[in-house]
Protein backbone atom coordinates (compact mmCIF):
# COMPACT_ATOMS: atom_id res chain seq x y z
CA UNK A 1 0.00 0.00 0.00
CA UNK A 2 2.50 2.44 0.96
CA UNK A 3 4.98 1.50 -2.07
CA UNK A 4 1.06 2.56 -4.31
CA UNK A 5 0.64 5.96 -2.68
CA UNK A 6 4.32 7.01 -3.37
CA UNK A 7 4.26 5.96 -6.90
CA UNK A 8 0.48 8.16 -6.49
CA UNK A 9 2.45 10.86 -5.26
CA UNK A 10 5.21 10.66 -7.56
CA UNK A 11 2.87 10.61 -10.80
CA UNK A 12 0.99 14.11 -9.38
CA UNK A 13 4.23 15.84 -9.09
CA UNK A 14 5.41 14.95 -12.09
CA UNK A 15 1.89 15.79 -14.14
CA UNK A 16 1.36 19.18 -12.86
CA UNK A 17 4.43 21.04 -12.73
CA UNK A 18 3.77 24.02 -10.25
CA UNK A 19 2.29 24.32 -6.81
CA UNK A 20 2.15 27.81 -5.23
CA UNK A 21 2.43 27.98 -1.67
CA UNK A 22 0.37 31.12 -0.44
CA UNK A 23 0.87 33.45 3.00
CA UNK A 24 -3.02 33.44 3.13
CA UNK A 25 -6.41 32.50 1.14
CA UNK A 26 -7.90 35.52 2.29
CA UNK A 27 -6.32 39.21 1.64
CA UNK A 28 -7.94 42.46 3.04
CA UNK A 29 -7.28 45.62 0.51
CA UNK A 30 -3.85 46.68 0.79
CA UNK A 31 -2.38 42.97 2.10
CA UNK A 32 0.94 41.55 1.31
CA UNK A 33 0.68 38.88 -0.54
CA UNK A 34 4.32 35.87 -0.33
CA UNK A 35 3.87 32.92 -3.06
CA UNK A 36 6.35 29.99 -2.95
CA UNK A 37 6.57 28.31 -5.99
CA UNK A 38 7.44 24.30 -6.08
CA UNK A 39 8.46 22.86 -9.30
CA UNK A 40 9.91 26.45 -10.65
CA UNK A 41 11.96 26.32 -13.66
CA UNK A 42 14.92 28.91 -13.81
CA UNK A 43 14.92 29.15 -17.37
CA UNK A 44 10.77 29.69 -17.95
CA UNK A 45 9.16 32.69 -17.95
CA UNK A 46 6.72 33.32 -15.27
CA UNK A 47 3.81 35.97 -14.28
CA UNK A 48 1.81 36.41 -11.32
CA UNK A 49 -1.53 37.80 -12.32
CA UNK A 50 -3.99 39.23 -10.21
CA UNK A 51 -7.65 39.27 -11.85
CA UNK A 52 -11.69 40.05 -11.29
CA UNK A 53 -14.27 41.53 -13.78
CA UNK A 54 -13.16 44.87 -12.17
CA UNK A 55 -9.42 44.92 -12.42
CA UNK A 56 -6.01 43.28 -13.79
CA UNK A 57 -2.31 43.80 -11.75
CA UNK A 58 0.75 41.78 -13.13
CA UNK A 59 3.74 41.12 -10.80
CA UNK A 60 7.09 39.82 -11.98
CA UNK A 61 8.70 36.59 -11.07
CA UNK A 62 12.17 35.57 -11.57
CA UNK A 63 12.95 33.50 -8.56
CA UNK A 64 10.95 30.63 -6.73
CA UNK A 65 9.48 33.55 -3.97
CA UNK A 66 7.23 35.94 -5.58
CA UNK A 67 5.23 39.15 -3.49
CA UNK A 68 2.19 40.58 -4.20
CA UNK A 69 -0.09 43.14 -3.16
CA UNK A 70 -4.06 43.56 -3.33
CA UNK A 71 -4.97 46.73 -4.28
CA UNK A 72 -6.26 49.20 -2.16
CA UNK A 73 -9.21 50.19 -4.58
CA UNK A 74 -9.80 46.73 -5.69
CA UNK A 75 -13.60 45.68 -6.12
CA UNK A 76 -15.67 42.73 -5.81
CA UNK A 77 -15.53 40.09 -2.48
CA UNK A 78 -13.21 37.64 -4.41
CA UNK A 79 -9.97 37.79 -6.79
CA UNK A 80 -8.56 34.94 -9.05
CA UNK A 81 -4.25 34.58 -8.42
CA UNK A 82 -3.04 32.84 -11.60
CA UNK A 83 0.98 31.82 -12.31
CA UNK A 84 1.61 32.15 -15.39
CA UNK A 85 3.99 30.40 -17.37
CA UNK A 86 5.17 31.22 -20.70
CA UNK A 87 2.38 33.06 -21.05
CA UNK A 88 0.24 29.56 -19.70
CA UNK A 89 -1.68 29.60 -16.38
CA UNK A 90 0.02 26.85 -14.98
CA UNK A 91 -1.55 27.09 -11.24
CA UNK A 92 -4.77 29.39 -10.05
CA UNK A 93 -6.61 29.83 -7.05
CA UNK A 94 -9.44 32.06 -6.22
CA UNK A 95 -8.76 34.23 -3.23
CA UNK A 96 -11.14 36.08 -0.91
CA UNK A 97 -11.36 39.69 -0.62
CA UNK A 98 -11.65 41.52 2.83
CA UNK A 99 -12.53 45.20 2.56
CA UNK A 100 -11.72 47.38 5.42
CA UNK A 101 -13.61 50.87 6.05
CA UNK A 102 -10.85 53.79 6.63
CA UNK A 103 -11.46 56.66 7.59
CA UNK A 104 -11.25 60.31 6.24
CA UNK A 105 -8.26 62.49 7.25
CA UNK A 106 -8.72 66.19 7.18
CA UNK A 107 -5.08 68.40 7.17
CA UNK A 108 -4.53 71.62 7.19
CA UNK A 109 -0.52 72.72 5.25
CA UNK A 110 0.69 75.45 4.40
CA UNK A 111 0.13 77.11 0.80
CA UNK A 112 3.08 77.11 -0.96
CA UNK A 113 2.83 78.97 -5.03
CA UNK A 114 3.19 75.72 -7.82
CA UNK A 115 4.86 77.75 -10.42
CA UNK A 116 5.53 76.47 -13.95
CA UNK A 117 9.14 75.50 -11.95
CA UNK A 118 7.34 73.53 -9.29
CA UNK A 119 4.91 71.61 -11.47
CA UNK A 120 7.93 70.34 -13.73
CA UNK A 121 9.41 69.31 -10.49
CA UNK A 122 6.41 66.99 -8.99
CA UNK A 123 5.99 65.71 -12.45
CA UNK A 124 9.67 64.69 -12.61
CA UNK A 125 9.76 63.80 -8.78
CA UNK A 126 6.57 61.27 -9.89
CA UNK A 127 8.20 60.02 -12.64
CA UNK A 128 11.33 59.17 -10.72
CA UNK A 129 9.34 56.92 -8.56
CA UNK A 130 6.84 55.64 -10.59
CA UNK A 131 9.68 53.97 -12.69
CA UNK A 132 12.10 52.89 -9.38
CA UNK A 133 9.37 51.09 -8.15
CA UNK A 134 9.09 49.31 -11.44
CA UNK A 135 12.91 47.99 -11.10
CA UNK A 136 13.12 44.26 -9.86
CA UNK A 137 16.24 42.68 -9.01
CA UNK A 138 17.18 39.42 -6.98
CA UNK A 139 16.30 38.95 -3.69
CA UNK A 140 18.56 41.64 -1.26
CA UNK A 141 17.45 40.90 2.44
CA UNK A 142 17.55 37.82 4.33
CA UNK A 143 15.48 38.70 7.38
CA UNK A 144 12.03 36.91 8.66
CA UNK A 145 10.33 39.69 9.86
CA UNK A 146 10.46 43.54 9.22
CA UNK A 147 12.40 45.72 11.58
CA UNK A 148 10.39 48.86 13.14
CA UNK A 149 10.84 52.22 10.97
CA UNK A 150 11.05 53.88 14.36
CA UNK A 151 12.10 52.69 18.31
CA UNK A 152 7.73 53.13 18.97
CA UNK A 153 5.38 52.75 16.36
CA UNK A 154 2.36 55.26 16.95
CA UNK A 155 -0.09 55.59 14.02
CA UNK A 156 -1.14 59.11 13.45
CA UNK A 157 -2.99 58.69 10.10
CA UNK A 158 -3.69 55.05 8.75
CA UNK A 159 -2.49 53.93 5.07
CA UNK A 160 -5.62 54.04 2.79
CA UNK A 161 -7.00 56.95 4.71
CA UNK A 162 -8.86 59.22 2.24
CA UNK A 163 -7.38 62.63 2.34
CA UNK A 164 -9.05 66.28 2.34
CA UNK A 165 -6.00 68.88 2.23
CA UNK A 166 -7.06 72.30 2.95
CA UNK A 167 -10.91 71.35 2.35
CA UNK A 168 -10.26 69.96 -1.03
CA UNK A 169 -10.70 66.09 -1.75
CA UNK A 170 -7.59 64.63 -2.43
CA UNK A 171 -6.54 61.20 -2.95
CA UNK A 172 -6.02 58.64 -0.58
CA UNK A 173 -3.23 58.04 1.52
CA UNK A 174 -0.86 56.06 0.31
CA UNK A 175 1.66 55.31 3.78
CA UNK A 176 1.21 54.86 7.32
CA UNK A 177 2.05 58.30 9.44
CA UNK A 178 3.80 57.42 12.74
CA UNK A 179 3.96 59.76 15.63
CA UNK A 180 7.55 60.87 16.19
CA UNK A 181 9.54 63.60 17.37
CA UNK A 182 12.53 65.55 15.55
CA UNK A 183 15.35 64.22 15.59
CA UNK A 184 14.54 60.17 16.69
CA UNK A 185 16.31 58.28 14.51
CA UNK A 186 14.41 56.19 11.44
CA UNK A 187 15.60 52.25 10.91
CA UNK A 188 16.05 50.56 7.48
CA UNK A 189 12.67 48.17 8.07
CA UNK A 190 14.46 44.78 5.67
CA UNK A 191 18.13 45.37 4.23
CA UNK A 192 18.05 46.46 0.76
CA UNK A 193 19.98 48.94 -1.67
CA UNK A 194 19.28 53.08 -1.35
CA UNK A 195 18.04 53.82 -4.29
CA UNK A 196 16.26 57.78 -3.33
CA UNK A 197 18.15 59.82 -1.13
CA UNK A 198 16.95 63.31 -2.05
CA UNK A 199 14.25 66.37 -1.45
CA UNK A 200 11.39 66.03 -3.00
CA UNK A 201 8.66 68.48 -3.15
CA UNK A 202 5.50 66.19 -0.96
CA UNK A 203 7.80 64.14 0.60
CA UNK A 204 10.32 66.56 1.84
CA UNK A 205 13.96 64.87 2.84
CA UNK A 206 12.83 60.89 1.18
CA UNK A 207 14.85 57.76 1.28
CA UNK A 208 14.12 54.97 -0.81
CA UNK A 209 15.11 51.19 -0.27
CA UNK A 210 15.17 48.55 -2.84
CA UNK A 211 14.88 45.01 -0.87
CA UNK A 212 14.90 43.33 -4.01
CA UNK A 213 11.58 40.87 -5.82
CA UNK A 214 9.99 44.32 -6.43
CA UNK A 215 9.57 45.18 -2.95
CA UNK A 216 10.56 49.11 -1.70
CA UNK A 217 10.25 50.70 1.15
CA UNK A 218 9.72 54.61 1.43
CA UNK A 219 10.75 57.14 4.29
CA UNK A 220 9.39 60.75 3.74
CA UNK A 221 9.48 63.82 5.82
CA UNK A 222 12.89 63.49 7.29
CA UNK A 223 14.95 66.56 8.85
CA UNK A 224 18.25 64.61 8.20
CA UNK A 225 19.09 62.00 5.41
CA UNK A 226 22.04 60.06 6.82
CA UNK A 227 22.90 57.41 3.61
CA UNK A 228 23.15 58.37 0.25
CA UNK A 229 22.10 56.64 -3.38
CA UNK A 230 23.79 53.53 -3.81
CA UNK A 231 24.50 52.87 0.18
CA UNK A 232 23.75 49.09 0.79
CA UNK A 233 22.10 49.01 4.44
CA UNK A 234 20.56 46.60 6.54
CA UNK A 235 17.56 46.25 8.58
CA UNK A 236 17.46 48.31 11.55
CA UNK A 237 20.27 50.74 10.18
CA UNK A 238 19.73 54.34 10.87
CA UNK A 239 19.02 56.22 7.38
CA UNK A 240 17.75 59.56 8.69
CA UNK A 241 15.85 61.80 11.15
CA UNK A 242 12.41 62.40 11.97
CA UNK A 243 11.60 65.85 10.78
CA UNK A 244 8.39 68.07 8.83
CA UNK A 245 10.17 68.71 5.57
CA UNK A 246 7.69 68.59 2.28
CA UNK A 247 3.79 68.75 2.77
CA UNK A 248 3.88 68.14 6.37
CA UNK A 249 1.99 69.53 9.05
CA UNK A 250 4.36 68.29 12.37
CA UNK A 251 7.24 65.53 12.81
CA UNK A 252 6.22 62.34 11.85
CA UNK A 253 7.30 59.50 9.57
CA UNK A 254 5.04 58.66 6.46
CA UNK A 255 6.55 55.25 6.08
CA UNK A 256 5.42 53.72 2.83
CA UNK A 257 5.94 49.90 1.00
CA UNK A 258 5.35 48.75 -2.65
CA UNK A 259 5.30 46.03 -4.57
CA UNK A 260 6.19 46.22 -8.48
CA UNK A 261 4.62 50.36 -7.83
CA UNK A 262 1.09 48.77 -6.40
CA UNK A 263 1.01 50.15 -2.56
CA UNK A 264 0.88 48.07 0.51
CA UNK A 265 -0.31 48.46 3.54
CA UNK A 266 2.89 49.24 5.98
CA UNK A 267 1.17 48.18 8.82
CA UNK A 268 0.11 44.45 7.30
CA UNK A 269 3.69 44.28 5.81
CA UNK A 270 5.11 44.36 8.94
CA UNK A 271 2.96 41.89 10.48
CA UNK A 272 3.96 39.12 7.97
CA UNK A 273 6.19 37.10 8.48
CA UNK A 274 8.62 36.17 5.32
CA UNK A 275 9.25 32.33 5.75
CA UNK A 276 5.40 30.93 6.61
CA UNK A 277 4.84 29.41 3.60
ZN1 LIG B 1 1.74 60.36 5.41
Redesign the pocket.
Known amino acids: MKKIIFFFLLFISFSYGETVFLNQSSFYTGDFGIARIKGFEKNARYEIVLKNKYGRWAFPVKEDTAFFSVPLLVKGKYISFYLKKNGKVVFSKRLKVKHKKYRVSKIWVKKRKITKEVLKRIKEENNLLRKTFKVYTEKLFIEKKMHKPLKKLIVT ?1 PFGAKRIINGKKRSY ?1 W ?1 T ?1 FKGKTGDPIFASLSGKVVVARDMFFTGKTVVINHGLGLYTLY ?1 HMSRIDVKEGDFVKAGDIIGRVGSTGRSTAPHL ?1 FGVYINDIKADPMLVLSKRFDNN
Open positions: THGDAH
